[in-house]
């Protein structure tokens, strides 16, 4: 039998491949982003501007302006005259963002953005490079609200140039290679995540639960990197520090707290089944392990909001898609987490779109099950303050 002519859209418009639909690479502008009045910009059409102008003499530009070639190519020698691009101010200007950004996430502790190591390690890795400063634009377009569209479109078009590099190369998982392998999924989880919590605009709750099971479904690829033997090699390596502070927050050995035991309690009464009851106890369990680690690490830390999501199964995620009432009530319950975060500019209001949105689509015949998270919307958590 013919095997069938691939159809999925490889070249199509940044919006539509951050939105997840597919794309009929109409140019100027495809028609998804023409019917939703949505910005329209191709990734080609900056490589292509950005290859033309380093053919060209080298002229200063502008003071002040900032230029949209923005995809990072060789780090070591910016003026050579390969096709890849030259550093521009721009990159400039994010990579020393990055640090703030990640500072933000981390105050009170010592993260691995500290590490001199790690940061050569960050510049020696150009698709890593690349989604470090995806994560810093990122960042701008949630702090300077003003100029989030234009620092929306940076974050974008290097992400998709970072993992357009990680996709090329292919990488085996090997001493060498862990560490950077590590660190970018870490950075293009937390990137995709916050994407979803916070640039959120006038989508639909199917639509924002859609683009939220695709960022947990890439948040498990982390543990594909971190299985088997590649853990022992990462316990070995330069993040060897904050790893072990990570195995200490993240303790399996605890007993459930009222909230998820009481939900643990509704779901084995409603007798679902072996497998499916076993999958929520385990998402559950998962939950209290995130709420106890970031009760015992900085109330700023963002570890215990995006570990959870790394450690449900990937048939909790499967739950999820399919909207089942009882998954989505544990999502519900994570949100609490996240609310408890807003103060940071990776979840922002994230966790109360979330309860609100759960809430209204279960409807009153659920009020029980979801009384914990929408009394979590009425109090103030003591542990958790913006001071």
Same mark, same amino acid.
């Given at each position: 039998?013919?095997?069938?002519?691939?159809?999925?859209?490889?070249?199509?418009?940044?919006?539509?491949?951050?939105?997840?639909?597919?794309? =009929?690479?109409?140019?100027?502008?495809?028609?998804?982003?023409?019917?939703?009045?949505?910005?329209?910009?191709?990734?080609?059409?900056?490589?292509?501007?950005?290859?033309?102008?380093?053919?060209?003499?080298?002229?200063?530009?502008?003071?002040?302006?900032?230029? =949209?070639?923005?995809?990072?190519?060789?780090?070591?020698?910016?003026?050579?005259?390969?096709?890849?691009?030259?550093?521009?101010?721009?990159?400039?200007?994010?990579?020393?963002?990055?640090?703030?950004?990640? !500072?933000?996430? $981390?105050?009170?502790?010592?993260?691995?953005?500290?590490?001199?190591?790690?940061?050569?390690?960050?510049?020696?890795?150009?698709?890593?490079?690349?989604?470090?400063?995806?994560?810093?634009?990122?960042?701008? $377009?949630?702090?300077?609200?003003? =100029?989030?569209? !234009?620092?929306?479109?940076?974050?974008?078009?290097?992400?998709?140039?970072?993992?357009?590099?990680?996709?090329?190369?292919?990488? =085996?998982?090997?001493?060498?290679?862990?560490?950077?392998?590590?660190?970018?999924?870490?950075?293009?989880?937390?990137?995709?995540?916050?994407?979803?919590?916070?640039?959120?605009?006038?989508?639909?709750?199917?639509?924002?639960?859609?683009?939220?099971?695709?960022?947990?479904?890439?948040?498990?690829?982390?543990?594909?990197?971190? $299985?088997?033997?590649?853990?022992?090699?990462?316990?070995?390596?330069?993040?060897?520090?904050?790893?072990?502070?990570?195995?200490?927050?993240?303790?399996?050995?605890?007993?459930?707290?009222?909230?998820?035991? !009481?939900?643990?309690? #509704?779901?084995?009464?409603?007798?679902?089944?072996?497998?499916?009851? $076993?999958?929520?106890?385990? @998402? #559950?369990?998962?939950?209290?392990?995130?709420?106890?680690?970031?009760?015992?690490?900085?109330?700023?830390?963002?570890?215990?909001?995006?570990?959870?999501?790394?450690?449900?199964?990937?048939?909790?995620?499967?739950? #999820? @898609?399919?909207?089942?009432?009882?998954?989505?009530?544990?999502?519900?319950?994570?949100?609490?987490?996240?609310?408890?975060?807003?103060?940071?500019?990776?979840?922002?209001?994230?966790?109360?779109?979330?309860?609100?949105?759960?809430?209204?689509?279960?409807?009153?015949?659920?009020?029980?099950?979801?009384?914990?998270?929408?009394?979590?919307?009425?109090?103030?958590?003591?542990?958790?303050?913006?001071?």
């Amino acid at each position: 039998m013919p095997r069938r002519t691939h159809t999925k859209s490889r070249n199509g418009c940044l919006e539509c491949k951050r939105r997840h639909i597919k794309c =009929d690479e109409k140019h100027p502008i495809c028609s998804n982003c023409r019917s939703s009045e949505r910005s329209c910009e191709y990734a080609d059409r900056f490589i292509r501007a950005t290859r033309s102008q380093s053919s060209k003499s080298s002229t200063p530009s502008p003071a002040g302006l900032v230029p =949209d070639e923005l995809p990072l190519g060789r780090l070591a020698d910016p003026f050579s005259s390969s096709d890849n691009p030259p550093v521009n101010m721009l990159h400039a200007e994010l990579f020393f963002n990055a640090e703030c950004a990640f !500072r933000s996430l $981390s105050k009170g502790t010592n993260g691995w953005i500290d590490s001199a190591d790690v940061k050569r390690t960050i510049i020696a890795t150009p698709y890593l490079m690349n989604e470090m400063l995806a994560l810093s634009a990122l960042h701008l $377009s949630v702090v300077r609200s003003e =100029d989030q569209k !234009r620092y929306r479109r940076y974050a974008a078009q290097l992400q998709t140039h970072a993992l357009g590099m990680y996709n090329q190369m292919r990488l =085996d998982v090997n001493r060498e290679t862990c560490v950077p392998l590590f660190l970018f999924s870490c950075i293009l989880g937390m990137h995709t995540l916050c994407d979803v919590l916070v640039h959120r605009e006038d989508t639909s709750f199917d639509e924002f639960l859609e683009r939220l099971v695709h960022c947990f479904k890439l948040q498990l690829g982390i543990r594909v990197v971190i $299985s088997g033997p590649t853990w022992s090699m990462l316990r070995e390596s330069i993040l060897k520090s904050p790893l072990e502070n990570g195995e200490i927050m993240f303790d399996w050995n605890t007993e459930l707290g009222p909230d998820c035991a !009481r939900l643990l309690n #509704l779901i084995e009464t409603a007798k679902l089944g072996d497998a499916i009851t $076993s999958t929520y106890r385990h @998402a #559950l369990q998962a939950l209290q392990v995130s709420i106890n680690a970031a009760i015992r690490g900085s109330v700023k830390s963002v570890n215990g909001v995006t570990g959870w999501s790394v450690m449900v199964t990937p048939e909790y995620v499967e739950h #999820l @898609a399919l909207r089942r009432p009882e998954a989505l009530v544990i999502l519900a319950h994570y949100a609490v987490l996240v609310y408890w975060h807003r103060h940071l500019w990776l979840f922002g209001d994230g966790g109360r779109f979330m309860i609100e949105a759960i809430s209204s689509y279960l409807g009153p015949d659920w009020a029980i099950w979801l009384e914990w998270p929408n009394r979590a919307l009425r109090e103030l958590d003591p542990r958790y303050t913006n001071e």
